[in-house]
């Protein structure tokens, strides 16, 4: 997978409305800029960016580097962060995938990102963790043999981790990465994208129960 990094602040002085959140790709630079307001004229401010351009964004020091890196995303950037200041650590993390086979074994589960790890670009990690949280209770309350319901839950965390995983790989192919090979797929596929929305796969936002099969991902890449 192309390797990426995700950087994130606490802001303050951000000219944002509060009542709606940003996230932008912008695939010419393989960079994500996301904006979540807060209180008290606070935002959470992020950027994904991939992890051979050569800086880390880690540390008070790198805070000019963060909003310059994020007003490259797009005009809104530049625009809102003007003013901003930080109040809280910068900190950036490697935006891949971490997990284990059936998180179960020997009476202890893992769910969360004990179970698995994944990309924050595409905001999943809360979803599937209080999926999990869910899932888990089900398959207790369904089954006094807990051991079994145990292995139950371990199947069914690894059949829509690897689901989710799957669609963010496509995305990331497609929004993030770098390359000859990468602008060739964009050719490809963002006409048919722009006139037709309906094939990006929505697995994000509708769940891992969306079909995922051969034609989700020709439509998806402009195959089909």
């Known amino acids: 997978m192309y390797p990426f990094h995700f950087a994130g602040v606490l802001l303050e002085g951000a000219s944002i409305a509060s009542?709606?959140?940003?996230?932008?790709?912008?695939?010419?630079?393989?960079?994500?800029g996301g904006i979540v307001p807060q209180r008290n004229n606070?935002?959470?401010?992020?950027?994904?960016?991939?992890?051979?351009?050569?800086?880390?964004?880690?540390g008070a020091d790198k805070l000019q580097k963060f909003l310059?890196?994020?007003?490259?995303?797009?005009?809104m950037f530049a625009d809102c962060y003007a003013s901003a200041k930080s109040v809280g650590p910068l900190a950036a993390f490697d935006a891949g995938y971490m997990w284990v086979d059936r998180p179960y074994r020997d009476g202890v589960v893992l769910i969360g990102e004990a179970?698995?790890?994944?990309?924050p670009s595409f905001g999943q990690g809360m979803s599937l963790s209080l999926r999990d949280a869910r899932v888990l209770r089900d398959v207790l309350l369904a089954d006094s043999d807990w051991d079994r319901a145990a292995r139950r839950y371990a199947e069914?965390?690894?059949?829509?981790?690897?689901?989710?995983r799957t669609?963010?790989?496509?995305?990331?192919?497609?929004?993030?990465?770098q390359g000859a090979a990468a602008d060739a797929r964009r050719q490809k596929a963002m006409p048919a994208l722009i006139a037709d929305m309906t094939r990006v796969p929505d697995?994000?936002?509708s769940g891992p129960e969306c079909p995922l099969n051969e034609t989700v991902r020709a439509r998806f890449f402009g195959h089909a």
């Open 167 to 177: 669609v963010c790989c496509w995305l990331r192919s497609l929004f993030q990465e």
């Open 19 to 32: 009542d709606y959140s940003w996230l932008v790709f912008n695939p010419e630079f393989g960079l994500v």
């Open 68 to 75: 310059t890196e994020s007003r490259r995303v797009g005009p």
């Open 115 to 119: 179970a698995a790890v994944s990309d």
């Open 156 to 164: 069914e965390h690894d059949k829509y981790f690897q689901i989710i």
């Open 42 to 58: 606070r935002c959470r401010a992020y950027l994904g960016y991939p992890a051979d351009g050569g800086f880390t964004l880690q």
């Open 203 to 205: 697995h994000l936002f």
